[in-house]
C-alpha cells in the first residue's frame, strides 16, 4: 500500500514537472509568433503550424491512430474543436482590441477550468486548489491587466474583448476535456486528431479567405520563417501535445490551469532575457503570486492536512 503510494507521489510528481515544463515552452512562443505574425497572416501561419504538425504526427502515428475507436477519434475531434475555436477567437479579438488587455482577458481560463470541470466530468476542485486558483488570478491580474488611458480614463470594453473572453472560455473547455478524455482514451489519439482538426480547419479557413480576397499578404517563405515553424511545429505544438495529454491523466484540470498560469511568468522573463524588457514592479508582484498560487495548490494550505483524492473529488 506505501509502495503504491509512493508510485503514485512519483507519478504526480512527474506530470506536474512535465506541465510547468510545458508552461515554459508555451512561454517562449510569443515572441517567435509575434515575429511571424509581422510578416504572415495569421490564416497561413495557423495553417502552417499544424499542417507540419499533423504532418510529422501522421508519420510516426498513423497506423496506431487507425486501430483506434470511434469514441477515441471523436473526442479528439472534440479537442480540435475547442483548441481553434480558441486560436480563432483570440487572434480575431486582437484585431480590435489591445494586447495588454487580451493577455489578462485570455487569462480568465483559469476561472473556467474548475466550472467547466464540474459541467463534464462532475469533479470538485480541493480547497487548496481553490486558494491557489484565487491567488494565482491576483498574480495574473496585476501581470497583465493594463492601466487607465493617458486622460485618465478607462478602458471601455469592445467586441475584440468579448472576442478574447470566447477564447478563455474554449480554453477552459479545452482544458477540463482533456483531463476527462485522458484518463479514458489513448492520449497519442488524442494529440494526433486534435491537432489534424485544428490544421484542416485552419486550412479551409486560408482558402475561404483566399478565395472571398481577404487574404492578400504574400506569406514569404525563408529560412528565418522556416526555423520559426519548425520550432513551433514539432516543439509548441507535436511535444506540447503530447505531454499535455499524457500528464493530465495524473492532474485535476484545476491545478493544470494553475499550473498553465506559469506560461505569462516564462514569458516576461523570456522577453527580458531577449529583449531587456524590465518586469517591473507590480508586473513582477504578480509572477511571484502566481508561484505562491502554484506552491499552494501542490503541497496545500498551512496547517491542513493535504487529501489525496477520492473518487470524483479531484
Not at 492520449?187 to 485544428?198: F, I, K, P, S
Not at 514592479?281 to 498560487?293: C, D, E, K, P, S
Amino acid at each position: 500500500m506505501k509502495s503504491e503510494q509512493n508510485e503514485n507521489n512519483r507519478s504526480s510528481w512527474r506530470a506536474e514537472a512535465s506541465l510547468i515544463a510545458l508552461a515554459l515552452i508555451w512561454g517562449t512562443s510569443h515572441v517567435i509568433t509575434k515575429d511571424i505574425l509581422a510578416s504572415h497572416s495569421p490564416s497561413f501561419y495557423t495553417t502552417a503550424r499544424f499542417g507540419l504538425a499533423s504532418i510529422v504526427f501522421l508519420l510516426f502515428f498513423w497506423r496506431h491512430v487507425r486501430q483506434s475507436s470511434r469514441a477515441e477519434i471523436g473526442e479528439g475531434v472534440l479537442l480540435g474543436l475547442c483548441s481553434f475555436a480558441g486560436i480563432a477567437f483570440y487572434v480575431s479579438g486582437l484585431v480590435f482590441t489591445q494586447v495588454s488587455k487580451a493577455g489578462f482577458i485570455s487569462g480568465l481560463y483559469m476561472v473556467f477550468t474548475p466550472l467547466f470541470a464540474y459541467a463534464i466530468s462532475r469533479t470538485r476542485p480541493r480547497t487548496e486548489h481553490l486558494t491557489g486558483l484565487l491567488v494565482a488570478l491576483g498574480g495574473f491580474l496585476l501581470l497583465s491587466l493594463p492601466g487607465g488611458d493617458r486622460a485618465g480614463g478607462t478602458e471601455s470594453v469592445n467586441w475584440g474583448d468579448l472576442l478574447v473572453l470566447l477564447a478563455a472560455m474554449a480554453w477552459g473547455v479545452h482544458i477540463a476535456a482533456t483531463t476527462a478524455f485522458a484518463v479514458r482514451s489513448d492520449v497519442r489519439t488524442l494529440a494526433v486528431v486534435q491537432v489534424l482538426t485544428v490544421a484542416v480547419l485552419a486550412l479551409t479557413v486560408h482558402l475561404i479567405l483566399r478565395q472571398t480576397g481577404y487574404e492578400r499578404q504574400t506569406n514569404p517563405i525563408d529560412g528565418r520563417f522556416i526555423w520559426q515553424i519548425g520550432y513551433m511545429s514539432l516543439i509548441v505544438t507535436c511535444l506540447a501535445a503530447l505531454v499535455q495529454t499524457r500528464a493530465q491523466k495524473s492532474v485535476s484540470s484545476t491545478h493544470a490551469a494553475i499550473l498553465y498560469a506559469l506560461e505569462p511568468v516564462s514569458s516576461a522573463v523570456f522577453a527580458y532575457l531577449v529583449f531587456g524588457e524590465a518586469l517591473g514592479l507590480r508586473r513582477g508582484a504578480g509572477a511571484a503570486l502566481i508561484l505562491v498560487g502554484v506552491t499552494v495548490s501542490r503541497i496545500g494550505l498551512p496547517g491542513k492536512e493535504r487529501r489525496h483524492p477520492v473518487g470524483r473529488d479531484l
